[in-house]
Antibody, heavy 119, light 107 residues
């Protein structure tokens, strides 16, 4: 069965960087991309971007494209999302998710990683 | 980006009630719409995709309809485990965008 397991909660100061990991299992990692979403308290999820685990191609949301880097490590079937120059409004749960093929909907999600940014 | 607007933002209902949630897109999205259920502290769970197709393992009391800009999620007979928050998501264009959520509460 497909599983996405994320790294633990992080507390960071404004201006710092955070790197969240997402370890995949139960499928051929390089056959699918990984998307990253975030969800601030009381709001709907927000798509941050996507990375192909096959060739590393990325597509980032305009809102974060200057501050985010998504990478994968095919030797460990792990995807990473690094967000730099953190601000208080970056405080949110961060999720990795996998589509059903290139469908656009997400049947598979990680458990979420809470990133708290304090001043 | 396509804006997704859900209504109502919250509703009160009882076990056994029929509940309908609406999602409106700011432009036509064909049937490229998914619905998710999210319980507190958990990731969203896919309920329906392509507006009306049930996700794997999802009970048949959940159904969806609509095309273009207006969509509905219906729960035919509300169960105790259904009192939580629901989101719609369009995947017609990148970036996929979600509604702000509808919380179903106990009356």
């Amino acid at each position: 069965q497909v599983q996405l397991v994320q790294s633990g909660a992080e507390v960071k100061k404004s201006g710092a960087s955070v790197k969240v990991s997402c370890k995949a299992s139960g499928y051929t990692f390089t056959n699918y991309g990984i998307s990253w979403m975030r969800q601030a308290p009381g709001q709907g999820p927000e798509w941050m971007g996507w990375i192909s685990a096959y060739n590393g191609n990325t597509n980032y949301a305009q809102k974060v494209q200057d501050r985010v880097t998504m990478t994968t490590d095919t030797s460990t079937n792990t995807a990473y999302m690094e967000l730099r120059s953190l601000r208080s409004d970056d405080t949110a749960f961060y999720y990795c998710a996998r589509e059903d093929y290139s469908s656009g909907w997400y049947p598979y999600w990680g458990q979420g990683t809470l990133v708290t940014v304090s001043s | 980006d396509i804006q997704m607007t859900q209504s109502p933002s919250s509703l009160s209902a009882s076990v056994g009630d029929r509940v309908t949630i609406t999602c409106r897109a700011s432009q036509g999205i064909s049937n490229s719409l998914a619905w998710y259920q999210q319980k507190p502290g958990k990731a969203p769970k896919l309920l329906l995709y392509a507006a009306s197709r049930l996700g794997s393992g999802v009970p048949s009391r959940f159904s969806g309809s609509g095309s273009g800009t207006d969509f509905t999620l219906t729960i035919s007979s509300l169960q105790p485990e259904d009192f939580t928050t629901y989101y719609c998501q369009q995947y017609y264009s990148i970036p996929g965008t979600f509604g702000q959520g509808t919380k179903v509460e106990v009356k």
